[in-house]
């Protein structure tokens, strides 16, 4: 069981992402910052609960999520690279 807190300043603002995770499995998503989405965290916060913590699941996860509605111009490989 272990917990993630990592935090990066993108031109469309800092996101900070903090995970709780048992037994490689993601249990817990909160995410924070003062990006300029239009999208609910919520969302992609809910896709993430339940998956295992490695990148291609997490690359799984947000194949469908258009990153940018949620927070601004970054790119999804840098949200997921902030993330593992």
């Known amino acids: 069981k272990f917990n993630i807190s ?4 993108f031109p ?3 996101i ?3 995970l709780d995770v048992n037994k490689g499995i993601i249990e817990n998503v ?3 910052g003062d990006f300029f989405g ?3 965290v919520a969302d992609i916060e809910n896709k993430l609960k339940g998956i295992r913590y490695e990148k291609s699941s997490l690359e799984n996860a947000l194949k ?3 990153i940018n509605n949620y ?3 970054i790119e999804k490989d ?3 690279n902030l993330i593992y």
Do not use: P, Q
Request: proline share 0%; no cysteine.
């Open 64 to 66: 469908d999520i258009d």
């Open 78 to 80: 840098d949200f997921i």
């Open 16 to 18: 900070d992402v903090r």
């Open 6 to 9: 990592n935090s990066k300043r």
């Open 71 to 73: 927070f601004g111009n």
């Open 12 to 14: 469309s603002g800092t």
């Open 30 to 32: 909160k995410i924070y």
């Open 38 to 40: 239009w999208g609910d």
